[in-house]
């Protein structure tokens, strides 16, 4: 069964690379290269900072339904059923974040910031309607991990270098949360109040550093790209 959707997505892939040979040649507005000793501008790493606090925080589902299950909040047969819950949220979400980030830019990823930073309370803390509630606000920090925080690197980082930034900023964030989520592994033995308030911290640390790569991105791309006309000024 599992073979089908991988397939599915090799052939996705296949016809895609056939019909779009060139995805760079789709770009309407891009910043130029840097110098040629340029790296990458300093608002990609206070963006990856900013990520890697986030993934800190952010637990993954195991522990939750390490959780779920050990205070039997539901039983074993409708702990998939509360997973499901959690995809939706991030399906749904996923496309809500994708028109707020083409409206507003970077105060889409500032925003679900502040939504999922909730989840830990809920999910640890309280009975099973607020983990329910939880597990739908944990759905769009997944979302948004998939999608616009990775779309925040096209706006800063030139395509020549993309896929450098790219991969350095999976390593990051990877790191970050592998770290994380030992810290709260080991914070769920010790007090599920210490792991709400650690996660809850750790995400809401980042938004100041959201704004800061807000004002590094204005400043870079005014010196290295000249705004096109025809699209319109997103501000964040």
Same mark, same amino acid.
């Given at each position: 069964?599992?073979?089908?959707? *991988?397939?599915?997505?090799?052939?996705?892939?296949?016809?895609?690379?056939?019909?779009?040979?060139?995805?760079?040649?789709?770009?309407?507005?891009?910043?130029?290269?840097?110098?040629?000793? *340029?790296?990458? $501008?300093?608002?990609?790493?206070?963006? @990856?900072?900013?990520?890697?606090?986030?993934?800190?925080?952010?637990?993954?589902?195991?522990?939750?339904?390490?959780?779920?299950?050990?205070?039997?909040?539901?039983?074993?047969?409708?702990?998939?059923?509360?997973?499901?819950?959690?995809? *939706?949220?991030?399906?749904?979400?996923?496309?809500?974040?994708?028109?707020?980030?083409?409206?507003?830019?970077?105060? *889409?990823?500032?925003?679900?910031?502040?939504?999922?930073? =909730?989840?830990? $309370?809920?999910?640890?803390?309280?009975?099973?309607? @607020?983990?329910?509630?939880?597990?739908?606000?944990?759905?769009?920090?997944?979302?948004?991990?998939?999608?616009?925080?990775?779309?925040?690197?096209? =706006?800063?980082? $030139?395509?020549?270098?993309?896929?450098?930034?790219?991969?350095?900023?999976?390593?990051?964030?990877?790191?970050?949360?592998?770290?994380?989520?030992?810290?709260?592994?080991?914070?769920?033995?010790?007090?599920?109040?210490?792991? =709400?308030?650690?996660?809850?911290?750790?995400?809401?640390?980042?938004?100041?550093?959201?704004?800061?790569?807000?004002?590094?991105?204005?400043?870079?791309?005014?010196?290295?790209?000249?705004?096109?006309?025809?699209?319109?000024?997103?501000?964040?």
């Amino acid at each position: 069964m599992l073979a089908i959707p *991988a397939a599915l997505t090799l052939l996705s892939l296949i016809v895609t690379w056939r019909t779009f040979p060139h995805p760079g040649e789709l770009e309407t507005v891009s910043p130029p290269p840097l110098h040629e000793h *340029a790296t990458f $501008p300093s608002s990609f790493w206070w963006y @990856l900072a900013a990520m890697s606090l986030v993934a800190i925080g952010y637990a993954d589902w195991p522990l939750i339904a390490l959780h779920v299950s050990r205070h039997h909040l539901v039983s074993a047969d409708l702990a998939p059923v509360l997973y499901a819950v959690a995809m *939706a949220a991030e399906a749904v979400a996923a496309l809500m974040l994708g028109k707020l980030f083409d409206r507003v830019g970077l105060l *889409a990823v500032f925003a679900v910031t502040v939504l999922t930073a =909730a989840y830990a $309370p809920l999910v640890f803390l309280g009975g099973l309607p @607020l983990v329910v509630a939880g597990a739908l606000v944990w759905g769009p920090r997944m979302a948004a991990q998939e999608s616009v925080i990775k779309a925040v690197i096209t =706006a800063i980082v $030139p395509a020549d270098r993309r896929a450098s930034a790219y991969g350095l900023f999976d390593t990051g964030f990877g790191i970050a949360w592998f770290g994380g989520s030992i810290l709260l592994g080991l914070l769920y033995d010790t007090s599920l109040t210490a792991l =709400a308030i650690v996660s809850a911290a750790v995400q809401v640390a980042a938004l100041p550093l959201i704004v800061l790569t807000r004002h590094r991105v204005g400043p870079d791309l005014a010196r290295r790209a000249v705004p096109s006309h025809d699209q319109p000024d997103r501000g964040w």
